[in-house]
């Protein structure tokens, strides 16, 4: 996610526009989206039983006296139920027009065998049989 804002000096922040703030509500609000009604979702055959989401980078700002004009984060989602994909992707959407930020999607990966890459949607391969890795 990139959010944009406009640069000032912190003695002055009605002159800006920080970015980092609009990117700690969006995930504040993503947070709170995602541990009332994905996390909670659970999917018995998996190890890990829940979608998980993970904010794995913020980059933002250029100094503590200046109002941050870009942030950056990176978030993953792992998730456990295909239907979190669709409903995460529109959270996202939907936040991302509040709160004024682009998306880059780096990666959307079906799940896919390891043994043979069959794409695959339950605990065993439809093609070989095994049993999947990270399901019970």
Do not use: Q
Not at 38 to 59: A, H, L
């Amino acid at each position: 996610l990139e959010f944009k804002g406009i640069k000032a000096h912190a003695s002055n922040p009605i002159k800006g526009k920080s970015a980092n703030m609009n990117a700690v509500k969006f995930l504040a609000e993503l947070d709170d989206f995602y541990t009332e009604n994905i996390k909670t979702d659970i999917e018995e055959n998996f190890e890990i039983p829940y979608t998980t989401m993970n904010v794995g980078v913020i980059n933002g700002g250029s100094g503590g006296n200046s109002v941050s004009a870009k942030c950056d984060v990176h978030i993953d989602f792992r998730t456990a139920k295909k239907n979190h994909t669709e409903i995460l992707d529109n959270k996202v959407n939907e936040l991302s027009k509040k709160y004024e930020c682009d998306i880059n999607l780096i990666e959307k990966l079906p799940n896919y065998c390891p043994h043979c890459g069959t794409k695959t949607t339950g605990n065993y391969c439809s093609n070989c049989g095994i049993k999947l890795l990270g399901t019970k």
